[in-house]
Every structure is written in C-alpha cells, then in structure tokens.
C-alpha cells in the first residue's frame, strides 16, 4: 500500500541513524510521541538539554 509503512520508525531507530552519523544523540532526547507509520517528511524536536530544545525534519521514505 503507497504512503503506508510494513513496520514504524521509532525514537530508538532514530538514535541509531545519528549514531551512525557519530552523533550521540538518545532515546531520550529525541520527542516522538508515537512511532512513524508512514511515509512522508515529519519536524522531530530534540531536546538535548532542559533548556537546550532543536528541532530535526525526517523524511521517511520506503525501501525500494
């Protein structure tokens, strides 16, 4: 099905692509209230200290 994902993206996926990136960026930082299911470009709030707030867009798009 277009625009739907077979699984979700999750805050833990999204650590692990910054970690590959050497960015130590965790689980905790990152604000993601439910899991991503579904294709698409999302704005990520990270949160990397209590006053320290960014924000990221992530775009989702599946495999070919």
Not at 1 to 4: A, D, L, M, S
């Given at each position: 099905?277009?625009?739907?994902l077979y699984g979700s993206v999750s805050a833990d996926d999204i650590s692990e692509l910054f970690k590959a990136k050497k960015f130590n960026i965790s689980t905790d930082e990152i604000n993601l209230p439910t899991p991503i299911k579904a294709v698409g470009?999302?704005?990520i709030e990270l949160e990397l200290a209590p006053e320290i707030?960014?924000?990221i867009k992530l775009k989702?798009?599946?495999?070919e």
């Open positions: 099905e277009e625009g739907h470009e999302y704005d707030k960014t924000s989702v798009s599946a495999k």
